[in-house]
């Protein structure tokens, strides 16, 4: 089935706190695996993920893709309060190019 | 600036009343695509169009038309609106590399809060 599955749906932690949100699919061809990060309204480009094993950073961001155990998963070391948000992982597939997302993790950090 | 923008932002409008959500991006891209975001359910793609004349259903299509008669402005245009039309909406573009398909990032407009009474 064509489903994107994201946990937890809301993770609430201290300031400073490392947290990882997980992203797993059932659809084993795909052109890539992409995460954004939606505040208020748009969602805002995080990763793009084509290949398995290799990790991307951004500052105190991270993301992987196993291509294997279907999954990625978005680090974010040391958090602060600006990284409160719905955090969206989406799978693109061929030929319609469609992105298929999941419902999001809501992450809220405490000061 | 490279940019995805919609109009309006917001819009309250009644049952039956056709209206147009306009999308326009200035980025050349041949992908774009509209989704709408709803509570519980995450953001359903309703149309997309690989190019200029060149759009196809997505997951929601029901209710929605769009069409794509210029590279940089993608319409959403809804006939009979009706209150489970209720919702954010969102256009997206991407950069698509003909037979590569879509080789980069979506991005996102702004979002149309759309109200059917």
């Known amino acids: 089935e064509d489903k994107v599955v994201q946990s937890p749906l809301s993770l609430v932690v201290h300031e400073g706190d490392t947290v990882t949100l997980n992203c797993s699919y059932e659809?084993?061809?795909?052109?890539?695996l992409l995460w954004y990060k939606q505040e208020k309204k748009a969602p805002t480009f995080l990763f793009m993920l084509t290949s398995s094993g290799i990790e991307k950073k951004s500052g105190r961001l991270s993301s992987i893709l196993d291509k294997k155990e279907l999954f990625s998963i978005l680090n974010i070391t040391a958090t602060q309060t600006g990284d409160s948000a719905v955090y969206l992982c989406?799978?693109?597939?061929?030929?319609?190019?469609?992105?298929?997302f999941g419902t999001g993790t809501r992450l809220t950090i405490i000061p | 600036e490279a940019q995805v923008t919609q109009n309006p932002r917001y819009l309250i409008t009644v049952t039956g009343k056709k209206l147009t959500v306009t999308c326009s991006q200035n980025m050349n891209h041949e992908y774009m695509s509209w989704y709408r975001q709803d509570p519980g359910l995450g953001l359903r793609q309703i149309y997309y169009?690989?190019?200029?004349?060149?759009?196809d259903k997505g997951d929601v299509p029901e209710g929605y038309k769009v069409s794509r008669k210029e590279k940089r402005n993608f319409p959403l245009i809804l006939e009979s609106p009706s209150p489970n039309q209720t919702s954010l909406y969102f256009c997206?573009?991407?950069?698509?590399?003909?037979?590569?398909?879509?080789?980069?990032?979506?991005?996102f407009g702004q979002g149309t809060r759309l109200t059917v009474v």
């Open positions: 659809v084993t061809n795909f052109r890539s």
């Open positions: 997206a573009s991407s950069l698509s590399r003909g037979a590569r398909g879509v080789t980069g990032e979506a991005f």
């Open positions: 989406a799978r693109r597939g061929f030929g319609n190019e469609k992105l298929t």
């Open positions: 169009s690989m190019n200029v004349e060149v759009t």
